[in-house]
């Protein structure tokens, strides 16, 4: 049994980018689903979709982006906030990530949303993980 689901995708996603692959296969989760949604409204990805599977299995399908040489829109993705040692972040520390090219990703009482949007809504929350 795995314990840390995001943790899992965002590696499967970075291994992907890192062999070149069009598609790669995540678990499902509420969470995992969520990131996946910023990601793809951020344009780090080109698309999603989730498989049911068999015994109420669901995965998640996710198209990765390149650009024309061949370079992915994901240069880095780490994993912030983990089971074992949770951080969380006020609305204040949170307005821009690499002089605003990166992304983070939150998890708030909103919902699972991108700091740019969280800014705007003045609320903070647990930091999932951050992108560029």
Not at 18 to 43: D, P, Y
Not at 50 to 79: C, F, H, M, P, W
Not at 102 to 112: E, F, P, Q, V, Y
Request: overall charge positive; hydrophobic content about 40%.
């Amino acid at each position: 049994m795995m314990n840390d689901l995001i943790a899992d995708a965002l590696t499967r996603m970075r291994n992907a980018s890192m062999r070149r692959l069009e598609v790669t296969t995540l678990l499902h989760s509420n969470t995992v689903a969520g990131v996946v949604n910023v990601l793809l409204q951020k344009e780090y990805i080109s698309g999603f979709k989730v498989i049911e599977g068999t015994n109420n299995k669901k995965t998640i399908q996710v198209e990765l982006k390149y650009d024309d040489k061949e370079k992915s829109a994901i240069n880095e993705i780490v994993r912030v906030s983990k089971p074992g040692r949770r951080v969380y972040k006020p609305a204040s520390e949170i307005k821009n990530f690499k002089n605003g090219y990166g992304t983070i990703i939150l998890s708030t009482n909103k919902g699972i949303i991108a700091n740019d949007e969280a800014y705007a809504a003045n609320v903070g929350g647990e930091v999932l993980c951050t992108v560029w």
